[in-house]
């Protein structure tokens, strides 16, 4: 039978062990890694144990010491998986870095994988590779004498390779079957766990019965039955399944078809379990996807909220500033009105606001009106008059373009701004030295130009084009 898994469990328990030997630290994100790798291991969930180590390779913090235990503890992984060819890989490469290191007990962990998969390859190819495994172990051996755990596990293969040597021979050669269980024996003695020699049990069946000594095999079979959980159905099998043969030594049939019987109904029991394991697995995964999605949708969500959120205030803040800009050019123009308005209203108002606005050489010249609102309103309020003097000149630009629409001359708006005065036709001919008949010409074609029809037509509509 190619593995059992007691064993194994013993030698997680072991590279544990070795791994505490290698580097002092204790709580690194490769070890714990391992940790759950090992967990994950003694429920026979191998895959979910595999990933885990393939993590713990990929670990930032990885030293070439754990990089090595790393690499055994996926060789024996692969074993029990049935990858032999990965494992060898595996294992080779984990005695390299371990011979680098120079940590014997990392030496001897990779030689006992690379043994335990000469072991591996003469039974699934069925090629005689005993021999290489046995010279492999006995050189793990020699570097494990540092650790007793270790120890016992290497001799544990050292006799199922003795028991190999004799697999093709009839009758067995006593001598290598004497020693297969002296190397049970001596690991049992090296061992310091107290589970160990139930652990060793299953190497026991399998000597008992190629020596058959098939009394002393059913006994032992059973003893691990009975040290057996109602649901460790892997190892049950293995046990059933030995002794189907043990039984058939024995002569006795009926016994043997009843453990057959016990065999197929461990491993149905071993499937259905593995098949329910990757079920919930594939469930878990699923459920996890869900949740996943779901949080990369509410970040979406959340981001959208935010970059909204942004805009909202960014329009908020442009919009108060517009408005506050808007009152202050408001207020300034309110403070320029009252200031005309107080000037009109006093009793030596004559022509005052003339003065005022005569100081300005040109209405569209946007330095000179924003000095004359500085000086009228003062220099403390420079930004109301900066407001006051572009809300004039921009207004005086518009005037200006709407007069030239309307094609008006100089001479005829001079014409608009002396009626304005109140002068009649006559006097304004005596101003402008022009006879009578010329101010009446002039005042037909202003009538026109500005589609009016009487004096207060005509001076209506030349205040709001600022004429006068």
Not at 136 to 160: M, R, V, W, Y
Not at 365 to 376: K, N, S
Not at 398 to 403: L, Q
Not at 438 to 450: A, D, G, P, V
């Amino acid at each position: 039978m190619k593995k059992f898994f007691p064993a194994f469990a013993a030698f997680l328990i072991v590279l544990s062990a070795v791994s505490c030997q290698s580097d002092g630290k204790g709580n690194d994100s490769w070890r714990g890694l391992i940790e759950e790798s090992d967990r994950l291991a003694a429920g026979q969930d191998w895959e979910q144990a595999t990933e885990h180590v393939l993590k713990a390779l990929s670990a930032p913090d990885l030293t070439d010491g754990g990089k090595s235990l790393c690499l055994s503890r996926l060789a024996a992984l692969d074993i029990i998986t049935w990858r032999d060819a990965q494992g060898w890989e595996h294992a080779v490469e984990a005695e390299r870095l371990a011979r680098a290191s120079g940590t014997d007990t990392l030496i001897a962990a990779a030689l006992l994988q690379k043994g335990r998969l000469q072991l591996c390859g003469a039974i699934t190819e069925g090629e005689a590779q005993d021999e290489e495994a046995l010279e492999t172990l006995h050189e793990a051996l020699s570097f494990a004498s540092g650790s007793p755990s270790l120890k016992a596990d290497i001799l544990l293969q050292t006799s199922q390779a003795y028991i190999g040597l004799n697999r093709f021979k009839d009758p067995i050669d006593k001598e290598i079957y004497a020693k297969a269980g002296e190397a049970i024996d001596e690991a049992v003695a090296s061992s310091k766990d107290p589970a160990f020699p139930s652990m060793a049990l299953p190497y026991w069946m399998r000597w008992y019965r190629q020596g058959g000594n098939w009394k002393d095999g059913i006994e032992c079979c059973l003893k691990v039955l009975e040290s057996l959980s109602d649901e460790d159905y892997l190892m049950q099998s293995q046990c059933w399944n030995n002794l189907v043969m043990l039984y058939a030594q024995a002569g006795d049939v009926d016994s043997s078809a009843s453990a057959h019987q016990q065999y197929v109904y461990a491993i149905e029991h071993y499937m259905q379990k593995k098949a329910d394991s990757r079920l919930q697995e594939m469930e878990t995964r699923y459920e996890t996807s869900l949740k996943e999605a779901q949080i990369a949708r509410m970040r979406i969500w959340v981001v959208l909220l935010v970059v909204l959120a942004a805009a909202l205030a960014v329009i908020m803040y442009m919009s108060m500033m517009y408005t506050r800009r808007i009152v202050a050019s408001d207020r300034g123009k309110e403070q320029l009105l009252r200031l005309i308005s107080k000037d009109l209203s006093s009793p030596q108002a004559g022509r005052k606001v003339s003065p005022s606005i005569s100081g300005m050489s040109s209405l569209e010249d946007e330095a000179a009106v924003l000095a004359r609102c500085e000086e009228l309103l003062g220099e403390e309020d420079r930004d109301v008059a900066e407001d006051v003097a572009l809300y004039i000149s921009n207004l005086a630009r518009e005037r200006s373009r709407e007069v030239k629409k309307l094609g008006l001359t100089a001479r005829e708006c001079e014409v608009i701004r002396l009626c304005s005065e109140g002068l009649s036709n006559a006097g304004i001919a005596g101003k402008l030295h022009v006879s009578i008949y010329t101010i009446k010409n002039h005042k037909q074609n202003i009538f026109l130009k500005m589609d009016v029809h009487s004096n207060a037509e005509m001076l209506s509509a030349a205040n709001q084009l600022g004429i006068i």
